[in-house]
């Protein structure tokens, strides 16, 4: 798979409301878009910080998996996503073929207009991994 950079950090937040002045007052970043993915059970805030940016997850149900994830006692930094130049599809054959273990075993649409999917973090050194790439290339 050919990545061409990181394209979003996703942090776990309890409250987007809560955190964005920590973002905006202190780190001068912009808050330009906020999304609710139903499908996932977040509301998701990005933020852009050069290239990358950070997609800030909040829950909008119990059952959500950063919800969980917080309820586990994770906080901060959720995953890692990274930019898939020559397919979200072609990448996931390539770690299924090498024996990643995947949590998706197709693409599906994320916030921003996305394909993505994710790998378990069981086979990726501990960090929850998206691949991630543009519906519309
Ligand atoms: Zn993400």
């Known amino acids: 798979m050919k990545i061409s950079r990181i394209d979003h950090l996703g942090i776990a937040v309890e409250s987007i409301d809560e955190?964005?002045?920590?973002?905006?007052?202190?780190?001068?970043?912009?808050?330009?878009?906020?999304?609710?993915?139903?499908?996932?059970?977040?509301?998701?805030?990005?933020?852009?910080?050069?290239?990358?940016?950070l997609e800030l997850l909040e829950p909008t149900s119990p059952e959500s998996a950063i919800a969980k994830f917080m309820e586990k006692g994770g906080k901060g930094v959720h995953h890692v996503a990274f930019a898939i130049e020559d397919g979200v599809e072609n990448a996931l054959a390539e770690c299924d073929a090498k024996g990643i273990r995947l949590?998706?075993?197709?693409?599906?649409?994320?916030?921003?207009?996305?394909?993505?999917a994710f790998l378990h973090p069981k086979s990726t050194a501990s960090i929850l991994t998206e691949l991630c790439e543009p519906m519309n290339k």
């Open 103 to 116: 949590i998706d075993k197709a693409p599906r649409a994320g916030a921003e207009q996305m394909n993505i």
């Open 19 to 53: 955190v964005l002045p920590y973002f905006e007052n202190v780190l001068g970043l912009k808050c330009y878009a906020v999304e609710e993915v139903a499908d996932q059970k977040v509301k998701t805030a990005f933020l852009k910080v050069g290239e990358v940016k």
